[in-house]
């Protein structure tokens, strides 16, 4: 009868899960925001890559608008219209020039195959065919868009279907944060940004910061309550609340002009602590429920992991033929929801 009862009886949010639940909400709604507001700003219409020339914060990789430049595929920026952009990319605001508005042109010094150059560049608005091509341009990138969506879909229903469990909790803010990174990266950043202090800064977070700040502090508490909370938090609740906690001094450490590396470095120390969190769980719990949960968990942690080494291979330079090279891409972009859904299922 106890088991019937808990199968008829609804599982209800109380008032910490309506909080979670808020500040899902509240953290996509910012990122479409933020998104949003920068389809709206001046663009010299490229796809860029974050340079590896010193000197250079971009390196102009594919024109998405389609509007007549003198710029090159890797184009390295220097300064427009003598206003340097050579600063780091991912912790500079830079002014814009006078002539940075829709329907001008301004003058951009780049770096061409060692050599150092002046071209004018018409400077454009955003499109949704520019968006799109930016999008579709490969089977991985497709298959990207496609795992972030279905990751999000995944912790957002495990969240509905069990708002009661702590770790359900933590999931939802995990896929959630994922999602948000998604929604940032559907328009490139690139001058367009780093001439906008409103969109430097917002992107600088919802593209950079929210993986050490948010989404990695998710998936470390959840490690921590799942399938069990371990024994030190449900004799101290609050523990579990310290990955976020040293997400939100991590993010004002780089606010204020810290290193990135410092970020990055934190983001692989809390995944591990999460791997080694799940180990210690696959040892110390014991109960039939648990060790069926924990199966699922480490099997889904174990598959996406092997898909995400796919990348490897593509990145060396291994995967020579086009029909292997896009089918290993859309592999490796699944192996975020395959653990998603092992630890939904879970």
Same mark, same amino acid.
């Given at each position: ?17 309506? +909080?979670?639940?808020?500040? &899902? ?113 490969? *089977? ?13 879909? $995944? ?10 469990? *702590? ?30 202090? *409103? ?17 990695? *502090? ?59 969190? +799940?180990?210690? &769980? ?15 968990? $480490? ?27 896009? $089918?290993?891409? $859309? ?16």
């Amino acid at each position: 009868s106890d088991l019937m009862t808990k199968r008829i009886v609804p599982h209800r949010l109380d008032g910490s899960g309506w +909080l979670v639940l808020l500040a &899902a909400v509240l953290v996509l709604l910012l990122s479409v925001a933020q998104v949003v507001y920068r389809l709206t700003l001046p663009t010299d219409g490229w796809d860029v890559l974050t340079g590896e020339i010193e000197g250079s914060n971009w390196i102009f990789y594919e024109n998405l608008v389609g509007a007549d430049s003198d710029l090159q595929r890797w184009d390295a920026v220097l300064a427009v219209d003598g206003r340097s952009v050579s600063g780091s990319a991912a912790n500079e605001y830079v002014p814009a020039p006078d002539n940075w508005q829709i329907g001008q042109t301004v003058t951009m010094l780049i770096l061409r195959e060692g050599a150092e150059m002046e071209v004018v560049v018409p400077v454009v608005a955003w499109t949704g065919t520019a968006v799109w091509r930016y999008h579709t341009a490969t *089977p991985g990138q497709v298959g990207n868009q496609l795992g972030a969506i279905l990751l999000l879909i $995944i912790c957002w229903f495990t969240f509905l279907r069990r708002p009661d469990i *702590p770790s359900a909790r933590a999931l939802l803010m995990f896929g959630t944060a994922s999602g948000a990174v998604t929604i940032s990266s559907i328009v490139p950043d690139g001058l367009s940004v780093q001439f906008d202090q *409103p969109a430097f800064y917002l992107t600088m977070f919802f593209s950079y910061f929210i993986f050490g700040v948010l989404l990695a *502090p998710s998936l470390l508490t959840f490690a921590l309550l799942f399938p069990r909370p371990k024994q030190v938090i449900q004799r101290h609740p609050w523990l579990a609340f310290l990955p976020f906690v040293y997400g939100l001094l991590l993010f004002i450490f780089l606010l204020s002009g810290g290193r990135g590396e410092v970020g990055w470095v934190s983001t692989l120390g809390m995944f591990i602590l999460a791997i080694a969190s +799940l180990a210690h &769980a696959g040892v110390t719990q014991r109960d039939a429920v648990s060790r069926v949960q924990l199966r699922w968990a $480490i099997t889904g942690f174990v598959a996406g992991l092997l898909l995400f080494g796919l990348n490897f291979p593509l990145g060396f330079g291994w995967v020579t033929d086009l029909f292997w090279n896009n $089918i290993f891409a $859309i592999l490796s972009s699944l192996s975020s929801v395959v653990i998603g859904a092992g630890l939904a299922v879970a």
